[in-house]
């Protein structure tokens, strides 16, 4: 990854492409249904809201010192996005998330480009610490932590727990 920008990664399945705002126009209906802002809040965002935010997410941070990475995750079977995923890097440390539609949830695409979002972003070579902030009822988000090299912590955020990978430094692991 440069400070431009992230660079495209696969899994076995899908290719997890720079977010652009030009996705919005398919990502509208992938996040149309209600029920994936059950543990975040808010409701599904109109096409021209979802073009100015994916306008603004590929802008990128107005801050130096941090960096906003997106991608979009598309099938490569059927070539049709699915969610995306997103880590916003500030330093050794960044904080991802992922939303998969509906319609795709069940089969593994979000544990898959987590994991691997983690893996690229670790071998980037600047990113050290990895976390993500997990509502105490969302079980699937919490599978998918898990399925990233996540652990749960202690830490709380905004009625939020705090997952994090272990740093591995010196043998021993540190939270």
Known sequence: MTNQGPEAYSTERLDALPLRAVHADEMAAVLADPALHTY???APEDLDTL?????RWEAGSPDPAEHWWNWVLRVRADSR??????ATVAGTRAEIAWVVGTEWQGLGYAKEAAAELVAH?????????????????????????????LVAT???????R???????TSGAARF
């Open 121 to 149: 972003l670790l071998t980037g070579g600047t990113v050290r610490t990895v976390v993500a902030h997990i509502h105490p009822d969302h079980t699937a988000s919490a599978a998918v932590a898990a399925a990233a090299g």
């Open 162 to 168: 705090r997952w994090r990978r272990p740093d591995v």
């Open 40 to 42: 975040t809040g808010g």
């Open 154 to 160: 202690d830490e709380w955020e905004d009625g939020e």
């Open 81 to 86: 996005l699915v969610g995306w995923v997103q």
């Open 51 to 55: 073009r100015a935010r994916y306008a």
